[in-house]
């Protein structure tokens, strides 16, 4: 029977010492798996090798598994993600799939909302499976957009590693309470999870440069989740006893929707919903301190 070393075929040429060691005193290492990525690492460290290609390893041979099966000792959390890139540059690329390769960010833009909507309905009603797939489907928009950004020229191009680097120096930038120095002497640090959210908004608001605690609510949200968005920035602004002590403070929100519908049966309840929300946000700034 022959020995087997595991590898990872994304990261080619991440193994431990006793692999490294295991490879060092092999007459010939049988790949099993596409070869050409471990090719350098292999003829780097002075192990001959050759590709299993339908004649298997005989007994006593080692084989370096770089098949992919699995995850490999050693291969980080993560590393499977090379095979979603690897795999958006196929289909973009010449020989693609001609569907992909057509793609812009406008027309890939419907099916990030409707991806995300499929996520939340597997949270509330799925399995662990179902929220699994949905989950894939959300992070291949993330990829595909990536992809699309690589191949444009100027300031529209960047690449999924962009992405990754700008998402990381914001958690790292918003959670001081974690990654930075402890608090100065006099300062009370961050030890619920309301205090990291106030902070955490006041901070966004500062990187962005908002004058008020209400810009920067996407207008195209259904009407009941802006509404919702707009509540809760109020809360976060410390405006919510104004709200509860001002009934004009679009404190019936549904209601004024339902009276819209009781007026006229051909209403649109979202835009109903929509103009009460606006005219409560109008009311709000007017009441942000300066």
Do not use: N
Not at 174 to 197: L, N, S
């Amino acid at each position: 029977m022959s020995e087997v070393v595991l590898a990872s075929p994304r990261l080619p040429g991440l193994l431990d010492r006793r692999g490294w060691r295991t490879l060092d005193r092999a007459d010939v290492v049988v790949v099993r798996g596409e070869p050409a990525g471990w090719a350098p690492a292999l003829d780097d460290a002075g192990v001959r090798w050759r590709a299993e290609d339908g004649v298997p390893a005989a007994p006593g041979e080692i084989v370096l598994d770089v098949s992919g099966r699995g995850r490999a000792p050693g291969e980080p959390l993560g590393a499977h993600l090379l095979d979603l890139v690897a795999v958006m540059d196929r289909l973009r690329s010449p020989g693609g799939c001609p569907w992909d390769a057509e793609q812009t960010h406008a027309t890939l833009a419907p099916y990030a909302i409707e991806e995300a909507h499929e996520v939340v309905e597997a949270i509330e009603e799925g399995t662990p499976a179902d929220l699994v797939e949905e989950l894939g489907d959300l992070l291949l928009q993330v990829a595909f957009h990536a992809r699309v950004a690589q191949e444009a020229t100027g300031e529209g191009r960047f690449d999924v590693d962009d992405v990754a680097d700008r998402v990381v120096a914001k958690l790292v930038a918003r959670h001081p309470h974690v990654f930075a120095d402890p608090a100065p002497a006099g300062t009370r640090p961050a030890a619920t999870a309301a205090d990291v959210q106030g902070g955490w908004e006041a901070r966004k608001r500062v990187e962005k440069g908002r004058a008020s605690a209400f810009d920067g609510i996407p207008v195209a949200l259904p009407a009941l989740a802006r509404a919702t968005k707009v509540a809760r920035r109020a809360s976060g602004a410390g405006l919510a006893a104004e709200v509860a002590e001002d009934d004009g403070l679009g404190g019936d929100l549904l209601g004024s929707v339902l009276e819209a519908l009781r007026q006229d049966a051909s209403a649109d309840p979202e835009a109903a919903l929509r103009a009460a929300t606006r005219a409560m946000e109008a009311r709000l700034r007017a009441l942000e301190p300066r």
